[in-house]
């Protein structure tokens, strides 16, 4: 097994600073440089962050040059902390994805999409990249795919089996 940072913990639950609820996962994560980063994961309406995300950091920049434009008109500030929150994007080869969909803040919502077994006769249409001669086992189906109401996200994870 990987040697793991001893000053890792298990997550907690804490109060979400942005929807209020208590389901909002604190992890406290020791760095090689002996810094510590907290992460922040709200399973009630999906929002991520943590405290590298400082608002104006290099940390934000870097991410926002990578990322959609919809997840960042939905970034938020906790004007507590002043870090930027985000809503997350999931992808788990076995489960599914789910990130959120739509136009703009007004109107959004979370689209999960399930992954199912590729058919033996089809795996070829389904190379890994950067490995000759291996194929994914599957896929991501987005025909299956729902749509959940921007503050049900908890649903959209049980939809996908993340979730019991
Ligand atoms: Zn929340």
């Known amino acids: 097994m ?11 639950k804490i109060e979400c600073p942005h929807c209020g609820s208590h389901e909002c996962f604190n992890q ?10 907290e992460s922040y994961m709200c ?10 995300n400082k608002e104006g950091s290099e940390v934000v920049e870097r991410y926002e040059e990578s990322t959609a434009e919809l997840i960042k008109a939905l970034r938020w500030i ?24 739509g136009t703009g803040t007004d109107n959004w919502n979370w689209k ?10 089809e795996k070829t249409k389904y190379p890994i990249p950067g ?3 291996q194929f994914y086992e599957r896929r991501i189906d987005m025909k299956q795919g729902r749509d959940f ?4 996200f908890y649903n959209a994870c049980k939809f996908l089996g993340f979730i019991q």
Not at 82 to 99: A, H, Q, R, S
Not at 149 to 152: E, K, N, Q, Y
């Open 2 to 12: 990987a040697q793991q940072s001893q000053s890792n913990t298990e997550p907690t």
């Open 28 to 37: 406290v994560e020791g760095l090689p440089d002996l810094s510590v980063v």
């Open 43 to 52: 399973m009630e309406c999906g929002y991520t962050s943590t405290t590298l």
């Open 78 to 101: 906790d004007p507590k902390t002043n870090l930027v929150w985000y809503p997350i994007v999931l992808n788990f080869p076995t489960f599914g994805i789910i990130f959120p969909d």
């Open 112 to 121: 999960a999409a399930p992954a199912v077994d590729i058919i033996e006769e």
């Open 131 to 133: 490995q000759p001669g």
């Open 149 to 152: 109401a921007s503050t049900d």
